[in-house]
């Protein structure tokens, strides 16, 4: 057992766990921040995609551990006073999900996209930047539409 | 994934101490993008990880007139934007930028990569290709002793590898065909014509080897520096891959085309 301390959504947390646990393992069922989900659990769906030290990941790998010290931020902290990040309110107007299962993951790698290459966001580089995002229900065409809306809200 | 005790290294010394103090099995953890999936699936199960991935002497990129040196805990996103490679080997930052997804490329490192000499990975054929050096915290390794077949390189157990260092081109090209899925290269050909005027062709994911030269294209390329200059050479399917992905047959012709398609990339 190790004592793992960070901050996450702004908040210093810390937490025994295993050794073994997983950054997604330790969001979701010792601080109970939900909206980060497992989906393939083999690095390739996104669904677990986080924020650590301002840059994307995969929660599902990397160890809880490994992020000692670090500043993680989770969908959860995306919204402010009550008012949605406007990558949430682009993919709520937009229609951007149907069951919404990869949305988080969807949102915390475009909030990353924009931060790295800029507000005006062409189709192809999003399709291209969502290579480790996978959706099964939509066919992706309003995922690229709210991500390019929300980037120009950004 | 099994248990396991999980260390973090300081500097290369304690890395060494903690690795040899390892109860059962040790492995270093660089960017985990390989070796954690393994061992949730328990393909891998080491008592001890030491992770080295926070190891200042690991870190940083120098680029100078000859040489781009690069970090072992460097991950692919500061390869892939960092402009100073990009200005003296352009390959290099492009074939960065193109392994995995986004999000893999935040964690996972040069170092991690070649350690692991995934047949598939894609920084091999930059090494084998530009005739790179690899420093280890014991000795240094030219690229031809470093690889020794599928998932195993030169590397003792518990070596390190520090900094990796590319010579500058005069030009070179990476090129891919990805797996639609995984990223990962169904055949990947990184050419190379060198300021000395030799050639170099690295080629990873196809070959049944792993990454190999292909010595019949360097010397049709010396002869003649152009896509056509490839159009006799036969790669001979009995020394490719053959899995789920792509038959034998059809790696040795994707090698060809990434090949002339690299060659032309460099016009």
């Known amino acids: 057992m190790t004592t793992v301390s960070m901050k996450v959504n702004g908040k210093e947390v810390s937490a025994d766990v295993e050794d073994r646990t997983l950054l997604v393992q330790l969001l979701r069922e010792n601080l109970r921040l939900t909206g980060t989900h497992v989906g393939c659990d083999t690095s390739q769906c996104g669904c677990c995609v986080v924020h650590v030290d301002g840059k994307a990941i995969k929660s599902c790998t990397m160890l809880a551990a490994e992020a000692e010290g670090a500043d993680v931020v989770t969908i959860e902290g995306l919204a402010k006073d009550g008012e949605l990040h406007p990558m949430q309110a682009a993919f709520h107007e937009n229609h951007g999900l149907q069951c919404g299962y990869c949305t988080p993951g969807m949102i915390m790698t475009a909030v990353d996209m924009v931060r790295r290459l800029g507000n005006s966001l062409d189709e192809a580089t999003v399709r291209h930047e969502l290579e480790g995002n996978l959706c099964r229900c939509t066919g992706y065409h309003n995922i690229v539409k709210s991500i390019q809306a929300g980037a120009a809200k950004m | ?267």
Do not use: C
């Not at chain 2, 805990?73 to 960092?82: D, F, K, L, Y």
């Not at chain 2, 402009?83 to 193109?98: P, T």
């Not at chain 2, 049709?220 to 896509?227: D, F, I, N, Q, Y």
């Open chain 2, 1 to 267: 994934m099994y248990e396991t005790n999980f260390h973090r290294a300081g500097d290369l010394a304690e890395a060494s101490r903690l690795f040899a103090a390892a109860k059962d099995e040790a492995r270093y953890l660089a960017g985990g993008q390989t070796l954690i999936p393994t061992m949730k699936q328990r393909l891998a199960a080491p008592s001890d990880l030491v992770s080295i991935s926070q190891i200042a002497e690991l870190k940083g990129i120098s680029v100078g007139s000859e040489m781009v040196t690069i970090g072992a805990a460097v991950t692919h996103a500061e390869v892939a934007t960092s402009n100073e490679v990009k200005g003296a080997i352009a390959a290099l930052s492009d074939l960065a930028d193109r392994i995995g997804d986004p999000a893999v490329r935040h964690r996972g490192t040069i170092g991690g990569s070649l350690a692991n000499n995934d047949p598939a990975a894609d920084y091999p054929a930059a090494v084998l290709g530009l005739g790179a050096t690899v420093h280890t915290d014991k000795r240094t390794l030219a690229a031809e002793d470093f690889f020794t077949g599928l998932f195993s390189t030169a590397l003792e157990d518990d070596e390190i590898i520090t900094k990796v260092a590319f010579p500058v081109p005069e030009k070179a090209a990476y090129m891919k065909f990805a797996n639609p899925a995984s990223r990962y290269a169904m055949a990947g050909v990184l050419v190379a014509r060198m300021k000395d005027g030799s050639v170099r062709v690295g080629v990873t994911g196809a070959g049944q080897g792993g990454v190999f030269r292909a010595t019949d294209m360097e010397k049709a390329l010396s002869a003649s520096w152009s896509p056509d200059a490839l159009a006799d050479i036969v790669v001979d399917p009995a020394e490719m891959l053959s899995d789920l992905h792509g038959s034998a047959d059809y790696r040795a012709n994707l090698v060809k085309v990434m090949a002339k398609r690299a060659v032309q990339a460099t016009a």
